[in-house]
């Protein structure tokens, strides 16, 4: 019995110097959080932004005027979905969702669910490169082809017959420079037909893709001319698995993206069944009509669905997340020092000075230094994207689930657009940090 008693005597006093321990543990967890807080936004969010932001966090009377004049502009243009976010000096105002993320399971669209961001990916490749060139694995000036290039495989040397490929540099596939062109299609979204003219039973990987494409002559030579390219920033990509050892995904996620506070982006899917379970369904425009699906299997598929294969457009369109995130990322690559950039001031004025004669910038679309906003762009079936970071210090990120029959006339339309909600909602806008 006394053998019983000081059992239970001996639990009591455990668990009571448990409870204590909790007690602590938590006591300590509130101050040291407490105390993050009051810090500057130079560290990574506490809590991952997809984890935190919902519309909730922007509703009540400061919003519905604005909301609502969004929600008619989307009508408009027939978009079943879209996120917007807002950031000002790298905080984050206003993130909101509008419409559907999934119209037929009435799913509602949320600032945290993923979209494909299409050719905004350009920018994270862009800023993986710069990142290799931090670490010294590369340099701007580096040539891509021929036996002392970066992509030096005799394979790849053995297809060229247009000498002028030992010219190009790396610099020159980040300015769409280096001398390819689209007149015989754009060859990283013609699989189907790249497939037929060269008798392939299956879907050419990129190294394979590549092999072929370096038999065609150059369009111009490098350097003397520009043409957008999703070839160059597929080569891109190449480029940063061959110098860093790893997967482009990988590589990008850890040395990129993480480091900026983003931990919800992925390569994605070409299917409805290969999406994200947080990510959108996407529609085509009314009257978009089936096309045969990219893998030349004589299917017919909706365009944004099978056109083409998601994944091989890697650094050239493939990456996926959310509006939030994004701007999270674009808080670590504009200079601005309220969010820390993941790349050193050098490298963020040589991606951002202004090119003459309208060139591109590095990674971006355009980045003119008069008072105009920077620029990037994406579009594909089934999705369109855009940044604007103004001059003043804002940064507003639109993308949506639906195609637009206008293509790039969505783009022109929405800048006009936010330039009337700047000056009509801005002063008003609350002063707050969604990051933190």
Sequence with gaps: MARRLRKKRIAVILLTFTALIGWTTHSCVSRCTSSDKEKSADSLPTVHINDSITNALTEGKAYQEMDSVIERYLKRWEINGAQLVITRNDSLLYARGFGWADKERGIRMEPNMLMRFASVSKLITAAGIMKLVEMKKLHMGDKVFGQKGILCDTTYNNSIKDQRYYNITVEQLLRHQAGFNNYAGDPVSSTRYIMMQNHLTTPPDHPTLLRILLKRHLGYTPGEGKCYSNLGYMILSMIVEKK????YENFIQKYVLQPA???DMHIAGTYYKDRRPNETKYYMHQGSIPVYEYNNSGRMVEKCYGDTDLPRLS???AWCGSAAELSRFIASIDGIPHVKDILSRKSVQFMTQEQPNHQYSIGWNYTPKSNRPWIRTGSLAGTSALILKYPD?????????TSTWKGHGFSNDTM??????RKKYMPQMPKRDLFL
């Design 261 to 263: 506070g983003c931990f």
């Design 315 to 317: 650094g050239a369109g």
């Design 244 to 247: 860093s050892g790893m997967k």
């Design 393 to 401: 210090g804002q940064c507003w990120i639109l993308i949506t689930n």
């Design 416 to 421: 006009a657009f936010f330039e009337k909600l």
